[in-house]
């Protein structure tokens, strides 16, 4: 299979060849390719949009009527009122039984302790 092969016969014309219109229509092809990454760019900040909107309205029914519900209390609920502050009744009566020494101490210790500051 050792054949002399002489380019001077070829000539400078090329052994490829192309339809016709081929790099105008590779030319439409690619603009309607990359106009088709613009439609599907707006449809997902139209989605985007829509699903943030849709958020909003969900945490606006949710949290308004439960802060709405907080501003109005009925004259039923303030003995459970009473009993959510009591929770607290024995340390603020051990803080009135201390003397102005031991609260100067509580205070200077606080000041120190790292894990409060």
Known sequence: MNKEFDFDDIGKKTPY????????????????????????KRRLQIMFSTAVAAAAI???????????????VPAGTS?????????????????????????EELVDFSDNDIFLN
């Open 17 to 40: 060849r192309t339809p016709d219109n081929f790099f105008e229509d590779m030319q439409q092809k690619v603009m309607e390719r990359t106009y088709g990454g613009q439609r599907r």
């Open 58 to 72: 969900l945490a606006g029914v949710l949290f308004v009527p439960s802060y709405l519900q907080t501003r109005d």
């Open 79 to 103: 003995d459970m009122l009473a009993v959510d502050r009591s929770s607290s009744d024995p340390a603020d009566k051990w803080i009135h039984e201390l003397s102005d020494e031991e609260l």
